[in-house]
């Protein structure tokens, strides 16, 4: 089970931390991702992190200003979002699959949480 946290309502500019915490089971050794969506629009990749940790990557949009990290005995993913922007206004899902392959297509992924809604106000 994934369960995502840290939403909210930030102004532009500014800072959300979301966080993805599984339980159930050891998700250490798969790697996660975090997908977003808007309503009436599709699911949208975000970011994803390797499961030692050391691959990252994310959609261009959010480069440079979203970091996904990991803390492996706290088996959690968080996703630090800086300048903030209007359109980053989505739910936000963590995500994650048995055989995580990296793809940022939503079907890939087996695991999902429940989303957390992400506000940015201009």
């Known amino acids: 089970q994934l369960q995502a946290s840290g939403g909210g309502l930030a102004q532009a500019g500014g800072s959300l931390r979301l966080s993805c915490k599984a339980s159930?089971?050891?998700?250490?050794?798969?790697?996660m991702g975090w997908f977003r969506q808007v309503p009436g629009k599709e699911q949208e990749f975000v970011a994803q992190?390797?499961?030692?940790?050391?691959?990252?990557d994310y959609r261009d949009s959010v480069k440079g200003r979203f970091t996904i990290f990991r803390d492996g005995p706290k088996n959690t993913v968080s996703l630090q979002m800086n300048s903030l922007k209007p359109e980053d206004t989505a739910v936000y899902y963590c995500?994650?699959?048995?055989?995580?392959?990296?793809?940022?297509?939503?079907?890939?992924?087996?695991?999902w949480g429940k989303g957390t809604q992400v506000t940015v106000s201009s």
């Open positions: 995500v994650t699959d048995r055989h995580f392959s990296g793809s940022y297509y939503p079907g890939d992924y087996e695991f």
């Open positions: 992190i390797s499961r030692d940790g050391s691959r990252t």
């Open positions: 159930g089971r050891t998700y250490s050794d798969l790697g």
